[in-house]
């Protein structure tokens, strides 16, 4: 790719929020039943005739309280059970993208769990053409770029998975990849070999969580068996020298997502947070939202906080936002596009 630009002048310490906020971005690492705030839940649960178990809005948010990444998902799989309607999967999306819009992402690639929908009865059309024509409305109503990637569920079994790869071929169209999420310690990549096989034989790009919860070795086999082109997540790479090796040779992008490391005790604070030290390894990493209605802020929560608790520069801020375009999914003449939007941006804060 390009060269990196060479002359990033310091910035205040005052003065970086700015700049983080007012730079463009790509967002690639954001679960969108993830971004079903507490409000709208209620509103679909309402519209919908659902029963949920909190009785306001102010007790279903007491209860995000994590400890770790199950106790998450038990809340998060709850709350998307008030999604049943085409118009509930684009009203969602569509308030995603009004957030994604303020905080400057120029391109989001979308994760989905269609397994968590259509086990309830919903059907894949319904959430496919949803999420989809809130894709077409972002660019076309916030000029944001948006493409899809659904997850298969690590929890439930790959004759499942396949049966879901069937479900969707019909809207190939409209699904740019393949990822895997959900429980990991205890769901090893290498568990959805042949299915990965065949979406990679059908055209899509893949990526998967690993080395949020689980260990090193989950991301060496997703990158070797699954043949992932991102690790989502991957933060407990460095705890394998030879990992991180093999991870700045290949440059494989890692969607790191600091807010939810934080909130489901993956570190104990946002200062232990091991960003730096990929960044410095020379890893393509990038910053995300995972899941901002669940773990207290979209993207430029995640970058200000973590910047403020990790003493990070304006040169780290470029890279980042710069990794998170050459990362994604965009073909060549976007990706010089974007950064050459990035440029300017910074070349007007530091003139
Ligand atoms: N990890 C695994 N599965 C998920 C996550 C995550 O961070 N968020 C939503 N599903
Ligand atoms: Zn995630």
């Known amino acids: 790719m390009n060269l990196a630009k060479p002359d990033i002048k310091p910035v205040a310490t005052d003065r970086l929020p700015e700049l983080l906020r007012g730079m463009p971005k790509a967002e690639l690492h954001i679960h969108i039943e993830g971004s079903l705030e507490p ?20 007790e279903l948010r007491s209860a995000y ?19 049943i309607k085409e118009q509930d999967f684009y009203d969602m999306a569509w308030a995603y993208f009004v957030k994604a819009a303020q905080n400057n992402v120029a391109h989001a690639e979308l994760f989905f769990d269609p397994q968590t929908h259509t086990a309830r009865g919903v059907s894949m059309q319904t959430v496919i053409t949803g999420l989809h024509r809130a894709c077409v409305d972002a660019q076309t109503g916030l000029g944001i770029s948006a493409s899809l990637i659904l997850c298969f569920l690590r929890h439930l079994s790959e004759e499942d998975a396949f049966k879901t790869l069937e479900q969707a071929l019909p809207f190939q169209d409209k ?10 310690v205890g769901n090893p990549p290498e568990k ?12 899509f790009h893949l990526v998967a969580h690993a080395g949020e919860e689980g260990p090193p070795a989950y991301v060496w086999t997703a990158l070797d068996v699954l043949k992932v082109e991102r690790i989502d997540h991957g933060v407990q790479s460095s705890k394998d020298a030879a990992l991180m090796r093999r991870l700045a040779k290949d440059r494989i992008p890692l969607t790191v997502c600091p807010l939810s490391n934080l909130k489901l005790c ?58 998170s375009f050459e990362a994604s999914f965009i073909d060549a003449a976007a990706k010089r596009r974007h950064i050459d939007r990035l440029d300017e941006r910074f070349d007007a804060f530091s003139a």
């Open 175 to 184: 699904v740019i990849g393949i990822g895997l999420d959900s429980g990991e």
């Open 266 to 323: 993956v570190f104990p604070d946002l200062a232990s947070h091991n960003l730096r030290q990929l960044l410095e390894a020379g890893l393509a990493a990038t910053i995300n939202s995972d899941d901002p209605a669940y773990f207290g802020g979209y993207l430029n929560e995640n970058f200000t906080q973590t910047f403020a608790a990790t003493q990070l520069s304006a040169r780290h801020a470029y890279t980042l936002a710069r990794n």
């Open 39 to 58: 409000e709208l839940i209620f509103a679909l649960a309402s519209r919908n005739g659902v029963a949920i178990p909190y009785a306001s809005v102010e």
């Open 65 to 83: 309280a994590f400890t770790n990444l199950q106790s998450f998902l038990d809340i998060y799989y709850a709350g998307a059970s008030v999604l």
């Open 192 to 203: 959805f070999a042949r299915v990965f096989a065949r979406c990679r034989e059908l055209g």
